[in-house]
């Protein structure tokens, strides 16, 4: 791996160590030590933004602390490249694992071990956090406790597990052309996708170019995971376009920060989608003619030529 985001990837090994033990003056540290001191950490509703790493402790990772009190993370992918602006960046994937003995957030406990899925991307400048872009799947914490108030998820709902290949936290030394490759079948993927419905029907996204036929799409919780790419599309694609049908119509008014490395490719964006609920079909929600803001959080696995495997997170609160 290139020198620089080996550093960067290690640099977070502290802190990732501090959550497995969950010691809070040694996490304290370590986030100060590889943040500035006005970083912005940005985390989905309720959270918002924190600045600085003290706000950041204080309001999300010691509230779910007090939940859990034995709260543990556990990785299963963890990356890093720069974006198209030279921008370099460390995403982490994985569960965050504990007993929910307190509430948490307003949800009542449940006293037996919970799971919350996060995706996390840190933005690093002369060696220390400037940001982090962050997703805490907190409505799969409401369905354990049997508090959530939407529609049943169309997908599976199940503790998503980490790359089949084993190479999520430990694989070979980046090659960067192999890392662009990776990247770049991940922006052409994206912007046939794009093509339909406006351009015409599903052929027009031409999937079996870029998936593998036994891949696997791991939506967040009210969405689910879907086998397959008629996985993919019954169990997600076709109720959020019928609910959304102008997704991908202002692509000029987000930000999108891909990278790459090896066979691993990310995507972050504080947006990443702006599109208007004008339609039946998704999660129940009634066709308000609302433009909103959504928030994508992705992962990718590639494998010989095709996407095997691709995490999703989205800010559905």
């Known amino acids: 791996?290139?020198?620089?985001?080996?550093?960067?990837?290690?640099?977070?090994?502290?802190?990732?160590?501090?959550?497995?033990?969950?010691?809070?003056?040694?996490?304290?540290?370590?986030?100060?030590?590889?943040?500035?001191?006005?970083?912005?950490?940005?985390?989905?509703?309720?959270?918002?933004?924190?600045?600085?790493?003290?706000?950041?402790?204080?309001?999300?990772?010691?509230?779910?602390?007090?939940?859990?009190?034995?709260?543990?993370?556990?990785?299963?992918?963890?990356?890093?490249?720069?974006?198209?602006?030279?921008?370099?960046?460390?995403?982490?994937?994985?569960?965050?694992?504990g007993t929910f003995l307190n509430p948490f957030l307003e949800i009542p406990p449940t006293g037996h071990l919970a799971h919350m899925r996060f995706h996390e991307f840190y933005r690093f400048e002369n060696g220390r956090i400037t940001e982090m872009q962050a997703l805490w799947d907190i409505p799969e914490v409401m369905m354990q406790a049997g508090a959530w108030p939407m529609v049943p998820s169309l997908g599976r709902e199940f503790c998503i597990p980490g790359p089949a290949s084993g190479d999520g936290l430990v694989r070979e030394a980046r090659d960067p052309a192999r890392s662009a490759a990776s990247q770049q079948l991940i922006i052409d993927m994206l912007n046939h996708m794009k093509r339909h419905p406006s351009q015409g029907g599903p052929e027009v996204m031409e999937m079996p170019r870029f998936w593998h036929p036994r891949m696997n799409w791991y939506g967040p919780a009210g969405i689910g995971t879907g086998r397959g790419i008629e996985g993919f599309r019954n169990w997600h694609q076709i109720p959020f376009l019928a609910g959304m049908p102008d997704r991908g119509s202002k692509v000029a008014e987000i930000t999108y920060h891909f990278f790459g490395d090896n066979d691993y490719a990310a995507v972050t964006g504080w947006p990443n989608m702006i599109q208007t609920i004008s339609h039946d079909g998704w999660l129940g929600i009634p066709p308000l003619g609302k433009e909103i803001t959504m928030r994508s959080l992705d992962f990718w696995r590639v494998e010989n030529g095709l996407i095997r495997e691709n995490w999703v997170m989205v800010d559905l609160l």
């Open 1 to 97: 791996m290139m020198g620089g985001h080996a550093d960067n990837r290690a640099r977070l090994d502290g802190l990732r160590a501090a959550q497995y033990d969950w010691d809070e003056t040694g996490l304290r540290a370590v986030l100060d030590g590889i943040s500035a001191p006005d970083a912005v950490f940005r985390l989905a509703h309720p959270f918002g933004d924190m600045t600085g790493p003290s706000a950041f402790h204080d309001n999300a990772l010691a509230v779910l602390k007090a939940a859990w009190p034995d709260v543990e993370r556990r990785d299963w992918i963890v990356m890093a490249g720069e974006d198209e602006n030279g921008i370099e960046w460390v995403g982490c994937g994985g569960h965050f694992v």
